[in-house]
């Protein structure tokens, strides 16, 4: 018997190609539905409120191979942004930053836009197709040694291009504002993000576990089971106990759990901070900007880092004739709920006074949203074979995001039929 703990992206997929493969395995998580991290709340007016701003992008392979994408009825944001910037003055100055592979119709537009310097559009256009051209696990398996801004100030991109666009994109992809992040995944997502498109499905992102989980046993999945503690007989993992205090033996043990949890089942003294993140939901009746684009503001005093009216991607986000829009935070200064809604208000009502009319849904705090990935992080990356019958596998032991987590979950799985 296998028993993977952790029903996230990385469980589901390991339990997919178990199922397969025709092993037995049994898939127990604390929380009451499949997902961890990727979920969606229904609210009981309609509105689909995802846990944080996600996106899932078509062009991850191990999502696509895994997927029945067109079973999540996705809808596509536009490839780019509407980025707002306030010039010495003090007025706005909104331009769309289109990409020219995904809207060719475009291009000559996003080549001649006066945002940003020719030569920082070129350094950007060269530097996206050195990663297009560069095979994915080379990405990947090849750390740089240096952070994301390091890399934007050797290529020349550290000015009006950092400011307006690649610091309020990527901010909003790495959840830190620094652009600290190893080189390598800034390399990495830029040519995930040029070549593919961003998508919702339109049951929200919760769809994409919920998709995985369905096609799974039921019986073999348990819910709303917390795993307490593991049982150890020298090298080897023969069990848990859970949180009713019963006991399950295994021949193979999965932890497909977050860092903290991993590292609180193991025993071992929790790790850094993770990145944290909020999410204020609003809704409103008035259109603020037309197409399927995430807003970037690029001032430096704001609170916001990036805002998306969902409803411009999917209607199916918000009741008949009503709008949702989600606005990510990095570092609220605010601690006070209602004085973090009001200055939240007052900055998107500054560049769409339609805002003014707008109500606040809900918030949404994440502690432990995503793991730093700092210049050496593949260092301090768990391993995946953490023991002779004892497998790590989602964002703990590698990048953080729906593809890795997902393809980390296959790799353990794989590493268990072959030893079988
Ligand atoms: C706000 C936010 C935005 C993101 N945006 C994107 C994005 O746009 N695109 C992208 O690709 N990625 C994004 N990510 C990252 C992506 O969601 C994660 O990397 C991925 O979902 C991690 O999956 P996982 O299976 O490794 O872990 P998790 O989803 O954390 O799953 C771990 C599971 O283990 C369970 N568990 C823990 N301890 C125990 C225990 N003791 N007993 C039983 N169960 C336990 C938990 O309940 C949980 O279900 C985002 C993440 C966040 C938080």
């Known amino acids: 018997m296998i028993i993977i703990v952790g029903a996230g992206l990385a469980g589901l997929a390991c339990a997919s190609r178990l199922e397969e493969a025709g092993e037995e395995w049994l898939l127990l998580d604390a929380a009451t539905k499949p997902g961890g991290r990727v979920a969606t709340e229904v609210t009981a007016d309609g509105y689909r409120l995802d846990r944080g701003f996600q996106v899932l992008l078509d062009s991850y392979p191990t999502a696509r191979r895994l997927l029945d994408m067109e079973a999540l009825h996705p809808s596509y944001f536009d490839s780019g942004a509407l980025l707002i910037n306030r010039d010495p003055s003090g007025n706005l100055e909104f331009s769309r930053f289109l990409n020219p592979l995904a809207h060719p119709n475009h291009a000559l537009g996003s080549l001649l836009s006066p945002a940003f310097s020719w030569s920082e559009k070129l350094s950007l256009a060269a530097h996206a197709l050195v990663q297009i051209l560069t095979p994915d696990g080379w990405l990947l398996k090849n750390e740089t040694g240096h952070s994301t801004i390091e890399e934007l100030h050797r290529l020349g991109l550290d000015r009006g291009m950092h400011k307006r666009f690649l610091k309020p994109f990527f901010s909003g992809v790495f959840l830190e504002n620094n652009l600290e992040t190893e080189a390598s995944i800034f390399r990495y997502d830029l040519k995930k993000f040029a070549l593919g498109r961003a998508l919702l499905p339109?049951?929200?992102?919760?769809?994409?576990?919920?998709?995985?989980?369905?096609?799974?046993?039921?019986?073999?999945?348990?819910?709303?089971?917390?795993?307490?503690?593991?049982?150890?007989?020298?090298?080897?993992?023969?069990?848990?106990?859970?949180?009713?205090?019963?006991?399950?033996?295994?021949?193979?043990?999965?932890?497909?759990?977050?860092?903290?949890?991993?590292?609180?089942?193991?025993?071992?003294?929790?790790?850094?901070?993770?990145?944290?993140?909020?999410?204020?939901?609003?809704?409103?009746?008035?259109?603020?900007?037309?197409?399927?684009?995430?807003?970037?503001?690029?001032?430096?005093?704001?609170?916001?880092?990036?805002?998306?009216?969902?409803?411009?991607?999917?209607?199916?986000?918000?009741?008949?004739?009503?709008?949702?829009?989600?606005?990510?935070?990095?570092?609220?200064?605010?601690?006070?709920?209602?004085?973090?809604?009001?200055?939240?208000?007052?900055?998107?009502?500054?560049?769409?006074?339609?805002?003014?009319?707008?109500?606040?849904?809900?918030?949404?705090?994440?502690?432990?949203?995503?793991?730093?990935?700092?210049?050496?992080?593949?260092?301090?990356?768990?391993?995946?074979?953490?023991?002779?019958?004892?497998?790590?596998?989602?964002?703990?032991?590698?990048?953080?995001?729906?593809?890795?987590?997902?393809?980390?979950?296959?790799?353990?799985?794989?590493?268990?039929?072959?030893?079988?």
């Open 202 to 420: 339109s049951c929200g992102m919760g769809a994409i576990p919920q998709q995985l989980a369905s096609r799974l046993p039921a019986a073999r999945q348990k819910y709303g089971t917390k795993v307490t503690a593991l049982h150890r007989n020298g090298d080897r993992f023969t069990g848990v106990t859970l949180d009713d205090g019963s006991e399950m033996e295994c021949d193979e043990l999965v932890l497909a759990t977050d860092e903290q949890g991993t590292r609180f089942l193991l025993g071992l003294p929790p790790g850094r901070d993770w990145h944290a993140v909020t999410t204020l939901y609003f809704t409103g009746e008035s259109p603020l900007y037309e197409g399927g684009l995430i807003v970037l503001p690029s001032c430096d005093n704001g609170q916001v880092s990036n805002f998306c009216d969902l409803t411009n991607i999917t209607a199916d986000y918000a009741p008949h004739g009503r709008r949702l829009l989600s606005a990510t935070l990095l570092n609220p200064q605010a601690v006070d709920n209602q004085i973090l809604v009001s200055l939240v208000q007052a900055e998107i009502t500054s560049m769409f006074p339609a805002f003014a009319d707008w109500q606040f849904l809900k918030e949404l705090s994440i502690r432990q949203a995503l793991p730093p990935r700092l210049p050496g992080y593949g260092k301090e990356l768990m391993a995946t074979r953490f023991a002779s019958n004892l497998s790590l596998a989602g964002d703990q032991v590698t990048l953080a995001s729906i593809e890795a987590a997902l393809s980390s979950g296959l790799d353990v799985a794989e590493s268990l039929l072959a030893k079988s």
